[in-house]
């Protein structure tokens, strides 16, 4: 089946030589009855080599410093509920984390985790000195797995420094702030270090076992346990460096936490909190990957020279779309946008979501029956 191309995920990647593989599960930190599992796929973690070195690593030179960070954040860090409709009436179905980043007249914002707040007919916040307030979901994001709620600021007593995660550096100290376990272990802190930049997590997002997307983390060893989700990872001055949101969760490892960096999860939040989505460049059709075909198809069906394996195939037009106004017809082939040379869905929505804006053209080129041709295509938002 073909994929929608506008229906997946928004991240900046960064590639390099380096690359390792992790066979095993990549579980979000949230206490479900059922565990909420990313999908065993495999995974392919890639990383970027810090651009420069710092002159000094903030590794913290006294337990002083880890106090009073964590006396600085914790108080912003709330508790998230998940109540669902059942046969038996509204049940709580999860607990996860938040983070107060906002506060604006007589509301106040939390972001969360969306894998926290799905499938919810009514949220629940609980702050840091016990108040449970009812929180409205502005809006929720699977692609990069955000969400933002609001709540009545009555009870607010601190809202979050932001950090700029450019600024993070591996070796400085990180500390994980949230509820492990559950409301029980409320406000826990665990201290680490950030162990990698830029890792890049496949993300399968509607449980077909294949990529739909790859996110873009820090990488932690302070642990980060069911019930994380959502909490704050922080700075030596108490400022929120990331989103927990997942683990490894193989028994042979140990300490290998992720967090979604604040210079991903800002922009999201916004849209979240003024809009309720994340608008991205929509090109108007169905794509499906080359690779995934036979390759005697890729002969016979597509009449593609024995040079060209690998790209996306139009499964489908929107009427009145970009696409159908370029000219593109079903079983295209789509190998380059811009000059770059496009090998999977994936790539491709990296470069639109990460490289173009609405009302943008991009130039695309493209095998028809087996001969090259390019088509200019402008993007419209959905």
Known sequence: MFNNENKQPKRSYKRSGLAFSVFGAIVAVFIVTTLFQWKG????????EPTAQANELNLGKNQEEVTQAINEASQAVVGVSNIQD?????????TGSGVIYKEEGNQAFVATNHHVIEGASSLEVILS???TVEAELKGSDPLTDLAVLQIDSEHVEKVADLADANDVEVGQTAIAIGNPLGMEFAGSATKGIVSGLNRNIPVDINGDSQPD?????????????????GGALVNLQGEVI????????????EGIGFSIPMNVAKPVIEDLETTGEVKRPYMGVSLQDVS??????LQQQLNLPPEVNSGVIVGGIEQGSGAQEAGLQQYDVITEIDGEKIE????LRQYLYEQTEDGDTVELTVYRDGEPMKAELTLSSQ
């Open 41 to 48: 796929i495999s995974i392919d973690i890639n990383t970027s």
């Open 86 to 94: 059942t046969r038996q009436g509204p049940q709580k179905a999860g």
């Open 129 to 131: 000195d016990g108040t």
């Open 213 to 229: 997307w790859q996110t873009e983390v820090l990488q932690t060893d302070a642990a980060i346990n069911p019930g994380n989700s």
């Open 242 to 253: 990331g989103i927990n949101s997942m683990k490894i969760a193989k028994a042979e490892v």
């Open 292 to 297: 995934q075909l036979p390759g005697r198809a």
């Open 344 to 347: 999977s869905l994936i790539e």
